[in-house]
Nanobody, 127 residues
């Protein structure tokens, strides 16, 4: 399986970005997909996770109400719409795929326990 992220960039505080995660070699009917982020000097943390087969989504408290995760099975792509961005959201954003029972469990997992990762896309929130 391969995951490729895109859509990162420089954005002003309060602005929006939409990240994309193109998945190949894995079925979104079976795999859950998560968005994680890693800020400089910090551990990688789960932001939002989705199961298209269960139509289930999870958001961390830090992004609830600002981010929205969705997917397009026909395009094998998962999106993360990020609104009202804050400087504290500056990080490299990664998507990950694995077979995990629930989306909340997936988002609480550590990097070493998840099977597939993309190369990341950098998000810089700054004026």
């Amino acid at each position: 399986g391969q995951l490729v992220e895109s859509g990162g960039g420089l954005v002003q505080p309060g602005g929006s970005l939409r990240l994309s995660c193109k998945v190949s070699g894995l079925s979104l009917d079976h795999y859950q997909i998560g968005w994680f982020r890693q800020a400089p000097g910090k551990e990688r943390e789960g932001v939002s996770c989705i199961s298209l087969s269960d139509d289930d989504r999870y958001y961390s408290d830090s992004v609830k109400g600002r981010f929205s995760i969705s997917g397009d099975n026909a395009k094998n792509t998962i999106y993360l719409q990020m609104n009202s961005l804050k400087p504290g959201y500056t990080a490299i954003y990664y998507c990950t795929a694995d077979l995990i029972p629930t989306v909340q469990v997936m988002c609480d997992m550590t990097q070493t326990n998840l099977d597939y990762w993309g190369q990341g896309t950098r998000v810089n929130v700054s004026s």
